[in-house]
């Protein structure tokens, strides 16, 4: 497929992207070969290829969630720097 020099400043236009007049070729050319490739893609028989949304079988890498006690809270301040009250003293962040 042809890409116009036109296209691409359109396009650039619509991005709000200046391009010099190499890099405006360059993108037509570059695009038309990813359209060329995709047209050459859509012209591949795919019957009977069940639909995908990934190129590998993903799994879960994840644990399955257990009930638990919950943490001690005195347990969970012994390493904290400071602590009030049971809770953790953090610098202000906010000014």
Request: hydrophobic fraction near 40%; proline fraction near 5%.
């Amino acid at each position: 497929m042809k890409i116009t020099r036109e296209d691409v400043m359109y396009v650039a236009e619509l991005a709000r992207i200046d391009l010099s007049d190499d890099d405006i070729d360059v993108f037509a050319e570059q695009i038309g070969d990813i359209l060329d490739y995709v047209d050459q893609l859509r012209r591949v028989s795919t019957e009977g290829v069940a639909p995908t949304s990934h190129a590998i079988s993903l799994t879960n890498a994840f644990r399955d969630d257990e009930v638990s006690e919950p943490a001690d809270p005195g347990r969970a301040l012994e390493n904290a720097p400071e602590s009030q009250e049971g809770y953790f003293i953090v610098p202000k962040i906010i000014g």
